[in-house]
């Protein structure tokens, strides 16, 4: 995931504002849902066609860089909208989706996410059936704190993801138009609204908890092989943070989407333990790749040319790259 300078945050920052000050649409349209959760691969070029760009067209289209539908083929204005995005965040103006490009471009679709939650995310009432309802669940199901189908239906469920993305991300929402009406002698529209998925809430999530009780370091390993997709979030392939994602959600430990991200949400110790997080910089200043302790020495983790395998922190690259460990919560 990306790291941005402090040039590039700023940036980040800007445009993103604008975005939703000048285009508010751009926040409240319907998300395609399996698009958010697909792999990618990089790199991309004119003349390239497939699943892959059909994505790439999605994501561009979704931050307001492709105008047009979303076609599988890596056409002239593909070529043109990627400049376009690599001028506005200080990226080589080559028209191709190279490594770096996808990775700032994955930060700029999650920070789109992010904005969506927190400009609609208190503003939904329990009950409401609608598309506001939709994104907020979308969003969340995107970064990984929505473990459900999207319904549109506010309710117990989509509370409890946006009390978990409070506290991931330490923001303050208020959220007390998301708790159920007092009981009355005839039930409100609203109440009626919610569906029986929603109000088994409690009792999925305990049943949930309790099958996900598996090791973190057996489910890692389980994973050794599995090939690289940017964007990768299952088995069919993962990116670097979405395998962490992945591993310690089986394990019904929730983590963020981005590296930078586990950084802010673990805490730091002088050693690693199984079990613990280790942190590297790479291509960018600050916690860019991370992987997952198991012990003398060695980690598992989705490197870009590897995919999921185990490397050394004494092999020379990551020893100078290493940055240290954090303990999950």
Known sequence: MVQTTPTKKMLVSAIAGNLAISSPIAFYTPIDYEAS??????????????????????KLKRVQYYPKEPTPHYNALTEHAIKRFQQDYQLVENGELDQETAEMLEHIVYDHYITTIN???????YGEQSDNVGQVQASLKAIGLFDYEVDRIAGP??????????????????????SPPERSTSPTQNVQLVSKQEVKSQSSSKA???TQNGSVIGVARSLIGTPYRWGGTSR????????????????????????????NVT???NNPSVGDL???????????????????????????????????????????????ARVVH
């Open 37 to 58: 959760a697909a792999v990618q691969s990089t790199p991309l070029v004119y003349g390239d066609h497939g699943e892959s760009v059909l994505m790439l067209h999605r």
């Open 157 to 178: 469920k989509t509370k409890q993801a946006l009390k978990r993305y409070q506290q991931l991300h330490k923001e303050t929402l208020d959220l007390s138009a998301l």
């Open 278 to 324: 280790v942190f590297f910089e790479t291509y960018q200043p600050g916690p860019s790749h991370a992987g997952v302790y198991i012990g003398n020495g060695q980690f598992i983790h989705a490197g870009t040319s590897t995919g999921v395998t185990i490397s050394s922190l004494s092999d020379s690259y990551w020893q100078q790259r290493y940055l240290g």
């Open 236 to 263: 069919n392939g993962f990116d670097c943070s979405g395998f962490l994602q992945y591993v310690y959600q089986q394990n019904g430990q929730h983590l963020p989407r981005t590296v930078n991200d586990m950084w």
């Open 208 to 210: 949930s908890t309790s």
């Open 119 to 125: 400009h609609i995310g208190e503003k939904i009432k």
């Open 267 to 269: 805490s730091p110790v």
